[in-house]
């Protein structure tokens, strides 16, 4: 079972805005980069953004100047802030953790651990 939890998905209008929440419990995020992936329905899963153990953060070019990674290693949770949502956001959003950053945006297929998801949906 995934030590890792999401939450703030929802229904939100076209150039609208939303943050994602995903709690990691068992381990400490700063040992690993962690992310978010995400998936509509029949498509592949697409990678969004990834936070490195020691900060750096990493985008998807489909959502840069967008949305914006960060952490919280208090709180041992990292954040997805979406803006100017587009109908082609509409997904269910997995956190997820990895030693690489690279395959969470790049190479999301090769991920082995996520959250169950919360769906985003954009409709006007």
């Known amino acids: 079972q995934s030590q890792l939890k999401e939450s703030g998905g929802g229904s939100v209008e076209p150039g609208g805005s939303l943050r994602l929440s995903c709690a990691a419990y068992a381990y400490a995020i700063n040992n690993y980069c962690l992310g978010w992936f995400r998936q509509a329905p029949g498509k592949p899963r697409e990678g969004v953004a990834a936070v490195d153990s020691n900060g750096p953060t990493t985008y998807a070019d489909s959502v840069k100047d967008r949305f914006t990674i960060s952490k919280d290693v208090d709180k041992n949770t990292i954040y997805l802030d979406m803006t100017k949502i587009e109908p082609e956001d509409s997904a269910t959003y997995y956190c997820?953790?990895?030693?690489?950053?690279?395959?969470?945006?790049?190479?999301?297929?090769?991920?082995?651990?996520w959250g169950q998801g919360t769906l985003v949906t954009v409709s006007s």
């Open positions: 997820t953790s990895d030693l690489n950053c690279a395959v969470i945006v790049h190479s999301p297929m090769w991920l082995e651990d």
